[in-house]
């Protein structure tokens, strides 16, 4: 069902792929219709959310971009925890400002095989990282804008996701840290993937 790709902690769907021109297209239609949502400032990361809880345009705002994760902030190495817990299942509705954009039909494609929460487009800004952190699910990916500086680091493993169209799974239960080493944004499309068994994968 599903490819290991050659680091630990980074799964590739062979059954999916995607047009990255048209996710291209679509992600500047979209950034152009809605401010982006930065909890931390301007140097944290940027993101629109594409699904919501049915109703409740609240639900794609503030912490909710953001949601509950875990860091170890400084040299004492205490883990603490961040922004309060999401119930990911409610996040069932696409938002329908965007529905006439390609990401509806990415959306519905996704959900015809795996059960996700929020879905979001997050910019990676150049020359930035994310903290040290873990997250209460596995994430899945689809890079829309990248570069040769832009990786991922999953506890020890550094990876540099391509967008190439594909569908990658990160295990961001373990923690992970994401950079932009480049000089242009990093812009993946990232969605909550629930009930997805990591161990499946000698995780």
């Not at 048209?22 to 930065?38: F, G, H, N, Y």
């Not at 506890?155 to 932009?180: K, L, Q």
């Amino acid at each position: 069902m599903y490819s290991a790709m050659t680091p630990k902690g980074f799964y590739q769907d062979p059954d999916m792929l995607f047009d990255v021109k048209k996710m291209q297209s679509a992600l500047a239609e979209v950034d152009s219709r809605v401010a982006r949502q930065s909890p931390l400032g301007k140097r944290d990361i940027n993101a629109i959310c594409l699904t919501q809880i049915p109703g409740d345009p609240n639900s794609i705002t503030g912490g909710n971009v953001r949601g509950l994760f875990w860091t170890r902030p400084d040299h004492t190495g205490v883990e603490v925890q961040r922004e309060e817990p999401i119930d990911e299942t409610r996040y069932s509705q696409f938002v329908g400002l965007f529905a006439d954009t390609y990401f509806k039909e990415v959306y519905d494609r996704l959900i015809e095989k795996y059960q996700l929460g929020r879905i979001r487009l997050l910019w990676k800004l150049p020359r930035t990282t994310l903290s040290w952190h873990r997250d209460p699910e596995p994430r899945l990916h689809i890079p829309i804008i990248t570069n040769p500086g832009a990786h991922m680091i999953v506890e020890s493993v550094n990876h540099h996701m391509p967008a190439d169209g594909h569908v990658c799974i990160t295990n961001n239960t373990r923690y992970h840290n994401a950079f932009n080493g480049g000089e242009e944004d990093r812009v993946h499309l990232v969605a909550t993937v629930l009930n997805f068994d990591m161990r499946l994968f000698g995780d």
